[in-house]
């Protein structure tokens, strides 16, 4: 039998997610992330110093490092201006809190999964990436492969299950 490593429930072996709380179950052994060397981590650098290295021009450099997504009723939420957003449902028993939790936009009926996508931002730029959701995540109507990350642009559909959102830069609408 192999054990959810979230919630410790059993499953068959061959079994690719946990049938309570939605997570991937291991093929073998216990998933962990060994620690780095802090002699091998790469040190900060001023935002204009990292800018100039990758090449990004000026006015691009301008634009702001946060984006908004609007949902199906027309509100739009900011994300946090960090690298990566977890786009999901809340699940305070499993220790679950997504950065943006979907919950308020019917995620449990519309088929959001608990940890379902997350939004990485890199050099100024945006990607989603689809964590292995049930139900899948959908960029402009196409289903993303799991676990790579697509670039994403103003004006981009998102569709989390059947919850929609649209990408917008500073909270503006892009029917304005």
Not at 21 to 28: H, N, T
Not at 64 to 83: K, Q
Not at 126 to 149: C, H, K, M, V, W
Request: a neutral charge; glycine letters at 10%.
């Amino acid at each position: 039998m192999i054990a959810c490593p979230s919630c410790g429930k059993q499953h068959r072996p061959g079994t690719l997610f946990c049938t309570e709380c939605g997570v991937y179950l291991p093929a073998g052994g216990t998933l962990r992330t060994s620690p780095l060397p802090t002699d091998e981590l790469p040190r900060p650098r001023a935002v204009a110093q990292e800018r100039e290295l990758a090449g990004i021009e000026k006015s691009e450099a301008s634009r702001p490092l946060y984006l908004y997504v609007v949902v199906e009723n027309r509100r739009e939420l900011r994300l946090p201006a960090t690298a990566e957003v977890l786009l999901g449902r809340l699940d305070a028993a499993h220790g679950i809190l997504p950065d943006l939790d979907l919950t308020p936009e019917g995620g449990l009926e519309k088929g959001v999964s608990r940890r379902h996508a997350k939004i990485i931002q890199r050099k100024g730029e945006f990607f989603i990436e689809d964590l292995g959701s049930a139900n899948g995540t959908f960029l402009n109507d196409q289903r993303l492969t799991p676990y790579l990350p697509y670039p994403l642009k103003v004006g981009d559909k998102i569709q989390l299950g059947r919850v929609s959102l649209e990408v917008n830069w500073e909270g503006q609408n892009s029917q304005e």
